[in-house]
């Protein structure tokens, strides 16, 4: 059994339109989080959210709009796709989302390309 | 603010050799760190953590110790496999913050038989 999955793996769209990134987690887990990953492999939070509440939300263009339906899901809706959105999104779940050494277990990500 | 500075890699070892990938820190509280092990298009996986000072992580024979003192939190491995060639990164987790963890830049490790 998968415990973070995402679909789909590999997305490819051209610039301008619109794309969804789907999330769920098996672990009964109560938050959740969307990481970006560059061309670099270096890793940046997004949003976070905690029981459908969202708990962290970086600076990110509000183009990205994350939606959390249930506690074991977290979708990630990007409109007007730029170049420069084309990386690696991972999705991330953890137990509580606080105290010492909540570990996060990430999802196998989803490669989108904007062309 | 919280950071985590790493090696530059990438790092070549032969099979059998010791690895050390060093990682240091800055935080404004009282982190747990992690070390997190990234294989060719895959997604990140666990590979030790220590939530206070002096603890040791350890796991499949890598370690690292979380040292207050000099803010560190180095990993090591005896001898290494060429299956353990991947990307790590090392992470810490700022409790004050609900758990926003901060990733350093990744180091990828090659291991020639």
């Known amino acids: 059994d998968t415990a973070v999955s995402q679909t789909p793996k590999y997305l490819v769209t051209q610039m301008g339109n619109d794309k969804s990134i789907k999330c769920e987690q098996n672990?009964?887990?109560?938050?959740m989080y969307w990481y970006k990953q560059d061309s670099k492999k270096f890793l940046k939070i997004m949003f976070s959210?905690?029981?459908?509440?969202?708990?962290i939300n970086e600076t990110v263009p509000n183009r990205f709009s994350p939606k959390s339906p249930d506690k074991a899901h977290l979708n990630l809706h990007i409109n007007s796709l730029e170049l420069g959105d084309s990386a690696v999104y991972f999705c991330?779940?953890?137990?509580?989302?606080?105290?010492?050494?909540?570990?996060?277990?990430f999802g196998p990500g989803t490669r989108l390309t904007v062309l | 603010g919280n950071s985590v500075t790493q090696m530059e890699g990438p790092v070549t070892l032969s099979e059998e050799a010791f690895l050390t990938i060093n990682c240091t820190y800055t935080?404004?509280?009282?982190?747990?760190l992690f070390w997190y092990v990234q294989y060719p298009g895959e997604g990140l996986q666990l590979l030790l953590k220590?939530?206070?000072?002096?603890d040791k992580g350890s796991n499949k024979g890598f370690e690292a110790t979380y040292r207050k003192e000099t803010t560190s939190f180095h990993l090591e491995k005896g001898s290494v496999q060429v299956s353990d060639s991947a990307v790590y990164f090392c992470?810490?987790?700022?409790?004050?913050?609900?758990?926003?963890?901060?990733f350093g830049s990744g180091t990828k490790l090659n291991v020639k038989p």
């Open positions: 220590a939530t206070k000072a002096d």
């Open positions: 672990l009964g887990h109560d938050t």
């Open positions: 935080a404004t509280g009282y982190p747990s």
């Open positions: 991330a779940s953890s137990q509580y989302g606080q105290g010492a050494g909540d570990t996060q277990y």
């Open positions: 959210y905690n029981n459908k509440e969202l708990i």
């Open positions: 992470a810490l987790s700022d409790p004050g913050d609900f758990n926003k963890f901060y």
